[in-house]
């Protein structure tokens, strides 16, 4: 879909779209961007208003990447811009036209994690965790792949410390939820200037903030929104 604005918006014309390694890692990169939406809306919204939902995003999402990196040339390496913030942003303007009396507020156990449930999602971000890097680096050039790795592991590293050193300050334990929100945050952050930045320290720091922000903002603000 991003190729088809992209050939409307930039180049004017229209052509076929290849089936190749890099088309593959773009819709990926769509994927993504719904996934991140749906982390908004699960508890609010049915299977169906889901799928309908996708159809709209993706067509903005191409649209979006188009204009973006197509016309204004923006720089979004590992899609901090153009994935994680379009879908939450989409997601979070889609809660306007969902009825907030519909939720799943009838029995509050029902929206919190279980042992059985936080135990599947550590797993499966653990695995993200592990293939982060490779998210960010897929479409950077190869004298960058390097740098764009070696970034994004010192930002997760970092945001991951410092979400469970957040944990410690509130609770004086680690706390699961935390974890798995924050712990991808340096990641995500970094993503866009993870092919300029050449230091170590502002990659740490990147992800310290992150971390920090990710933490404080699940444990405060959560209960307030």
């Known amino acids: ?3 088809f604005w992209h050939d409307a918006l930039v180049v004017g014309s229209f052509r076929k ?18 996934l991140i939406t749906f982390g908004v ?10 799928w309908v939902l996708a159809i709209f995003e993706i067509l903005f999402y191409g649209m979006n990447q188009a204009i973006g990196a197509g016309i204004l040339e ?3 390496m590992g899609g901090a811009m153009f994935v ?17 009396k519909k939720a799943m ?6 929206n919190e994690g279980g042992y059985n449930s936080q135990l599947i999602a550590m797993i499966g971000t653990l695995f993200l965790w592990m293939y982060w890097p ?12 390097q740098r764009v790795i070696i970034n994004t592991i010192l930002a997760i590293s970092a945001s991951c410390i410092t979400a469970c050193g957040i944990c410690r300050l509130f609770y004086h334990r680690l706390h699961m939820d935390v ?8 990641g995500v952050a970094i993503g866009s200037a993870s092919a300029l930045i050449v230091t170590a320290s502002i990659s740490m720091m990147i992800g310290s903030v992150a971390g920090i922000i990710s933490a404080t903002g699940f444990l405060v603000l959560s209960g307030f929104l």
């Open 74 to 76: 923006a720089v979004d």
């Open 84 to 100: 994680h913030t379009f879908g939450a942003y989409f997601g979070l303007a889609a809660t306007y036209f969902f009825n907030p």
């Open 105 to 110: 507020h009838d029995d509050e156990s029902r």
């Open 1 to 3: 879909m991003s190729a």
């Open 41 to 50: 809306l699960l508890g609010k919204t049915n299977i169906h208003q889901l």
């Open 134 to 145: 490779s998210f960010n680096s897929a479409m950077a050039a190869p004298d960058q792949q």
């Open 17 to 34: 779209v290849p089936l190749n390694t890099t088309s593959l890692i773009v819709g990926d990169f769509g994927a993504a961007a719904v």
């Open 179 to 186: 974890v798995l929100h924050a712990t991808l945050a340096g």
